[in-house]
């Protein structure tokens, strides 16, 4: 049964530290996607990749946000430094390139006091 | 730019109640159209989806038609389940871009 994970699946951390969160899309899924939820704002949209090159970052903080795809089965999100208004549900999805179904993974609870 | 409008909630429903959600959306071009699903913890879970006008998606009990004269996509139930207990978000994409949501409607149904 394919899907996509994400690890971990919760974070707890204090201000100003780094968190680092990975996903693991369907093997042989080309577009990967992540998003982050919140009370406020719902489901948006950060970042997403085609064949690991970004197409669209528009939705990230740039100081302080980066997403990459080291190689097809690995996508990391990392915040550096971490705030508190950062605490939100962060979730990965894969899918096809030109597709319309997007798979998402159980999702990284982040807590930054 | 594109965007999903959907009922505010929580619905609150008694076990075999109908069951409506009200989704309308605004965009350019020929959207594909989703009801996505999430239980307490659990990410989101695809319950159904329309890729082009008049089509109607259904899983689970659940239906929904792609409406393009009103842009519009509902989800219905004829009879919910306690089980069917969650969070309903409406999302849109473009040719498999990034999903666009509604806010979500959380649904509680009571035996």
């Known amino acids: 049964d394919a899907r996509v994970t994400q690890t971990p699946r919760d974070k707890v951390t204090e201000m100003g530290q780094e968190v680092t969160m990975r996903c693991q899309p369907i093997?042989?899924?080309?577009?990967v996607f992540w998003y982050r939820q919140t009370m406020m704002q719902g489901l948006e949209l950060l970042a997403y990749f085609r064949n690991r090159a970004p197409l669209d970052d528009s939705g990230m903080p740039k100081d302080r946000f980066s997403a990459e795809m080291p190689d097809a089965t690995l996508a990391t999100l990392k915040i550096q430094p971490s705030e508190p208004r950062d605490s939100a549900v962060y979730f990965c999805?894969?899918?096809?390139?030109?597709?319309?179904?997007?798979?998402f993974g159980p999702g990284t609870r982040l807590t930054v006091l | 730019g594109d965007s999903v409008t959907q009922m505010e909630g929580p619905v609150t429903l008694s076990e075999e109640a109908f069951l409506t959600i009200n989704c309308t959306y605004t965009?350019?071009?020929?959207?594909?159209l989703f009801w996505y699903v999430q239980y307490p913890g659990e990410g989101l879970q695809l319950l159904l989806k329309?890729?082009?006008?008049?089509d109607k998606g259904s899983n689970k009990g659940f239906e929904a038609t792609y409406r393009k004269e009103t842009t519009s996509f509902h989800l219905e139930k004829g009879s919910v389940q306690v089980s069917d207990s969650a969070v309903y978000f409406c999302a849109l994409t473009q040719a498999g871009t990034a999903l666009i949501f509604g806010k979500g409607t959380t649904l509680s149904v009571s035996s």
């Open positions: 965009a350019t071009g020929y959207p594909s």
């Open positions: 093997l042989g899924h080309n577009t």
């Open positions: 999805a894969s899918g096809m390139w030109g597709g319309s179904e997007q798979f």
């Open positions: 329309a890729t082009k006008a008049d």
